[in-house]
C-alpha cells in the first residue's frame, strides 16, 4: 500500500501543477503566431537574444541559489526561516555584480542600448525563482499551480498590450515576461504570506555556507546547460545572419512544447526524488516512474515528428514555414534533454551538483565544436544537430553516473529502440520530397512507436489504481462482519 501512496502522491502532485501550467503554457505556445506576424525575422531573432543573454547572467546573478532554495528548505536539519532569508540575502549580493556586468553588456553590438532590458528581465526572474522554489518545497502545489496560471495570463495580456496597440516590437516581448513575473512574486509573497519566513536575524553564515557549497557547482553547470541550449542560435546569428536564427528561433518552440509538458511532471518528481531516496525500495519506484517517463517523451516526440508540416503551417505565420525542416532534429534533441533532466533530479536528491557541473560541461563541449563544425557547412541544420549529439553525450554520462548513487534498471533496450524509431521517422519526413508513400511509412514508424511504449504506461495506471481496488475490497471485507 505504501507504494500505491507514493505514486499516487506523485501523480496528483503533477496533476495539480499541470492543471495550473499546461493550459496555460499551450496558449502562450498559441502566441507564436503573434509573434511572427508583427514581428520580423530580425526582430525575433533579437528578442530571443536578449532573453537568453538574461538567462545566461541569472545564475551568475543569483549565485544559483533558487536550486538550493528548494533543496534545503526540504531537509529537516535546516530551519526555513533560515534558508529562505540566507536565499534572499545571497540573490541580493549577487544582483551587485550587475554594476560590472551593464558595461560588458554595452560593448555587445546587438546589445547597446537594450542593456537594460537584460537586467529587469534577470532580476524579475530570480525573484519570481527563489518565491516559487521555496514554496514547491513547502508542499504547496496548489499555490505554485496558481501562481503559474497568473504568470502565464500577465504575460498573454502584457504581450497583447505592448505588442498590438502599443507596438513596442521585441521591447514589448521581453518586458512582458520581466514585469509578469515581478506581479507572480508578489502574489506569491501575499497568499503564500512569504514575509514570515523573512528574517535577517535568522540568517545563519553556515546555512549559507552549505546551500553555496551546493548551489556554486550549479553556475557553470546552468552556463554550460545555456550553452548547450542557446549558443547555437548566437553562432546561427553569427555565421548565418538574423534572418536565418529568426526561422531556427521559431522552429525551436515546437519541440520546446516537450520540454514544458515534461517539465511539469519533473517539477513534482524532484519532490518525490527527495522524499524517497532513503526508502527500502527506492530503486524500484525509480525504476516504474522513470520507465513510464520516457515512456510518454517518446509518444510526445513520435507525434510531434510525424506531424511537423502540419503544425508549423498552422502556427507560424506564411514567411516562417520553411522552419519545419529543423523540427525533427530539435525534437530528438528534446527527447534526450528531458531524460538528461529526470537523472538530474537524482543529483537533486542526493546534492551531487558536482555532477550537474561535469556532464553538463561534456554536452556544452560536444555542442560549441560541432556547431562550430557543422554550421558553415549545412547551416541551422548544423546547430540542431549538434544540439541533438550534446544531450546524448549528456545522457550517457548521467546513465552511468547513475548507476552509482541510485542503481536502478532502466531498460536501455527500450530506450534504444525508441531511439531509433523515433529517428528513422525524422529521416523520412526530411527526405519525404524523394520517398514515395512517406506518409504510410510514417504513420507505421509512430504506430511502433506507440506500441513499443504502452506496457510501461500501463504498468503505472495499474500501479495508481490498484490501490483503489485493493482499498475497495478491504473495506467491504472489513464491513462483513458489523452487517
Same mark, same amino acid.
Given at each position: 500500500?505504501? *507504494?500505491?501512496?507514493?505514486?499516487?502522491?506523485?501523480?496528483?502532485?503533477?496533476?495539480?501543477?499541470?492543471?495550473?501550467?499546461?493550459?496555460?503554457?499551450?496558449?502562450?505556445?498559441?502566441?507564436?503566431?503573434?509573434?511572427?506576424?508583427?514581428? &520580423?525575422?530580425?526582430?525575433?531573432?533579437?528578442?530571443?537574444?536578449?532573453?537568453?543573454?538574461?538567462?545566461?547572467?541569472?545564475?551568475?546573478?543569483?549565485?544559483?541559489?533558487?536550486?538550493?532554495?528548494?533543496?534545503?528548505?526540504?531537509?529537516?536539519?535546516?530551519? =526555513?526561516?533560515? +534558508?529562505?532569508?540566507?536565499?534572499?540575502?545571497?540573490?541580493?549580493?549577487?544582483? /551587485?555584480?550587475?554594476?560590472?556586468?551593464?558595461?560588458?553588456?554595452?560593448?555587445?553590438?546587438?546589445?547597446?542600448?537594450?542593456?537594460?532590458?537584460?537586467?529587469?528581465?534577470?532580476? &524579475? &526572474?530570480?525573484? @519570481?525563482?527563489?518565491?516559487?522554489?521555496?514554496? #514547491?518545497?513547502?508542499?504547496?502545489?496548489?499555490?505554485?499551480?496558481?501562481? *503559474?496560471?497568473?504568470?502565464?495570463?500577465?504575460?498573454?495580456?502584457?504581450?497583447?498590450?505592448?505588442?498590438?496597440?502599443?507596438?513596442?516590437?521585441?521591447?514589448?516581448?521581453?518586458?512582458?515576461?520581466?514585469?509578469?513575473? !515581478?506581479?507572480?512574486? +508578489?502574489?506569491?509573497?501575499?497568499?503564500?504570506?512569504?514575509?514570515?519566513?523573512?528574517?535577517?536575524?535568522?540568517?545563519?553564515?553556515?546555512?549559507?555556507?552549505?546551500?553555496? =557549497?551546493?548551489?556554486?557547482?550549479?553556475?557553470?553547470?546552468?552556463?554550460?546547460?545555456?550553452?548547450?541550449?542557446?549558443?547555437?542560435?548566437?553562432?546561427?546569428?553569427?555565421?548565418?545572419?538574423?534572418?536565418?536564427?529568426?526561422?531556427?528561433?521559431?522552429?525551436?518552440?515546437?519541440?520546446? /512544447?516537450?520540454?514544458?509538458?515534461?517539465?511539469?511532471?519533473?517539477?513534482?518528481? #524532484?519532490?518525490?526524488?527527495?522524499?524517497?531516496?532513503?526508502?527500502?525500495?527506492?530503486?524500484?519506484?525509480?525504476?516504474?516512474?522513470?520507465?513510464?517517463?520516457?515512456?510518454?517523451? !517518446?509518444?510526445?516526440?513520435?507525434?510531434?515528428?510525424?506531424?511537423?508540416?502540419?503544425?508549423?503551417?498552422?502556427?507560424?505565420?506564411?514567411?516562417? @514555414?520553411?522552419?519545419?525542416?529543423?523540427?525533427? +532534429?530539435?525534437? /530528438?534533441?528534446?527527447?534526450?534533454?528531458? $531524460?538528461?533532466?529526470?537523472?538530474?533530479?537524482?543529483?537533486?536528491?542526493?546534492?551531487?551538483?558536482?555532477?550537474?557541473?561535469?556532464?553538463?560541461?561534456?554536452?556544452?563541449?560536444?555542442?560549441?565544436?560541432?556547431?562550430?563544425?557543422?554550421?558553415?557547412?549545412?547551416?541551422?541544420?548544423?546547430?540542431? $544537430?549538434?544540439?541533438?549529439?550534446?544531450?546524448?553525450?549528456?545522457?550517457?554520462?548521467?546513465?552511468?553516473?547513475?548507476?552509482?548513487?541510485?542503481?536502478?534498471?532502466? @531498460?536501455?533496450?527500450?530506450?534504444? /529502440?525508441?531511439?531509433?524509431?523515433?529517428?528513422?521517422?525524422?529521416?523520412?519526413?526530411?527526405?519525404?520530397?524523394?520517398?514515395?508513400?512517406?506518409?504510410?511509412?510514417? *504513420?507505421? $514508424?509512430?504506430?511502433?512507436?506507440?506500441?513499443?511504449?504502452?506496457?510501461?504506461?500501463?504498468?503505472?495506471?495499474?500501479?495508481?489504481?490498484?490501490?483503489?481496488?485493493?482499498?475497495?475490497?478491504? &473495506?467491504?471485507?472489513?464491513?462483513?462482519?458489523?452487517?
Amino acid at each position: 500500500m505504501a *507504494g500505491d501512496k507514493r505514486y499516487k502522491k506523485l501523480m496528483g502532485n503533477t496533476a495539480i501543477i499541470g492543471l495550473g501550467q499546461l493550459g496555460s503554457k499551450v496558449l502562450v505556445y498559441l502566441l507564436v503566431r503573434l509573434y511572427t506576424e508583427v514581428m &520580423s525575422q530580425a526582430e525575433y531573432s533579437i528578442a530571443t537574444n536578449i532573453t537568453e543573454t538574461a538567462t545566461l547572467l541569472i545564475p551568475l546573478l543569483s549565485l544559483g541559489i533558487g536550486e538550493a532554495v528548494f533543496r534545503f528548505a526540504m531537509d529537516r536539519s535546516y530551519n =526555513k526561516k533560515d +534558508v529562505f532569508s540566507g536565499g534572499f540575502v545571497t540573490a541580493a549580493m549577487g544582483a /551587485l555584480l550587475l554594476i560590472a556586468v551593464i558595461p560588458i553588456l554595452c560593448a555587445i553590438p546587438y546589445m547597446q542600448g537594450r542593456e537594460w532590458l537584460v537586467v529587469v528581465y534577470a532580476l &524579475s &526572474s530570480i525573484l @519570481h525563482t527563489i518565491c516559487s522554489q521555496f514554496i #514547491r518545497a513547502e508542499g504547496k502545489f496548489k499555490l505554485y499551480a496558481v501562481q *503559474g496560471i497568473l504568470n502565464t495570463a500577465l504575460v498573454i495580456t502584457f504581450n497583447i498590450i505592448f505588442l498590438i496597440p502599443l507596438q513596442m516590437s521585441f521591447i514589448g516581448y521581453v518586458l512582458s515576461v520581466a514585469v509578469a513575473d !515581478f506581479f507572480a512574486t +508578489v502574489f506569491m509573497v501575499i497568499v503564500g504570506k512569504l514575509w514570515r519566513h523573512f528574517d535577517l536575524k535568522a540568517v545563519q553564515k553556515s546555512t549559507i555556507m552549505d546551500m553555496l =557549497k551546493y548551489s556554486i557547482p550549479m553556475i557553470p553547470a546552468n552556463i554550460f546547460w545555456w550553452i548547450t541550449n542557446v549558443s547555437d542560435r548566437f553562432m546561427v546569428t553569427w555565421m548565418c545572419g538574423d534572418a536565418v536564427n529568426g526561422l531556427y528561433s521559431a522552429s525551436y518552440k515546437i519541440p520546446t /512544447l516537450m520540454m514544458t509538458i515534461s517539465g511539469i511532471f519533473v517539477t513534482a518528481w #524532484r519532490n518525490s526524488a527527495v522524499d524517497e531516496r532513503e526508502s527500502k525500495d527506492s530503486a524500484a519506484f525509480y525504476e516504474k516512474v522513470f520507465g513510464a517517463f520516457t515512456s510518454v517523451v !517518446f509518444l510526445m516526440a513520435g507525434a510531434i515528428i510525424a506531424f511537423a508540416k502540419v503544425i508549423t503551417v498552422i502556427m507560424f505565420a506564411p514567411e516562417y @514555414h520553411e522552419a519545419w525542416m529543423n523540427i525533427p +532534429v530539435l525534437t /530528438l534533441a528534446m527527447v534526450f534533454f528531458n $531524460l538528461v533532466s529526470f537523472l538530474g533530479s537524482l543529483y537533486v536528491a542526493e546534492k551531487k551538483s558536482m555532477y550537474s557541473f561535469l556532464t553538463s560541461m561534456a554536452g556544452a563541449v560536444v555542442n560549441v565544436v560541432l556547431n562550430l563544425l557543422l554550421i558553415p557547412i549545412i547551416g541551422a541544420m548544423g546547430a540542431a $544537430l549538434a544540439t541533438f549529439a550534446s544531450y546524448v553525450v549528456a545522457f550517457a554520462l548521467r546513465a552511468w553516473t547513475a548507476k552509482k548513487l541510485k542503481p536502478f534498471p532502466m @531498460h536501455m533496450g527500450r530506450h534504444l /529502440l525508441s531511439s531509433l524509431l523515433v529517428t528513422a521517422q525524422a529521416v523520412v519526413i526530411l527526405l519525404s520530397s524523394s520517398i514515395p508513400g512517406w506518409i504510410i511509412v510514417e *504513420g507505421a $514508424l509512430l504506430i511502433a512507436v506507440v506500441a513499443l511504449n504502452c506496457k510501461p504506461l500501463l504498468q503505472m495506471a495499474m500501479l495508481i489504481l490498484g490501490g483503489r481496488r485493493k482499498r475497495s475490497a478491504s &473495506s467491504v471485507e472489513e464491513q462483513k462482519p458489523q452487517e
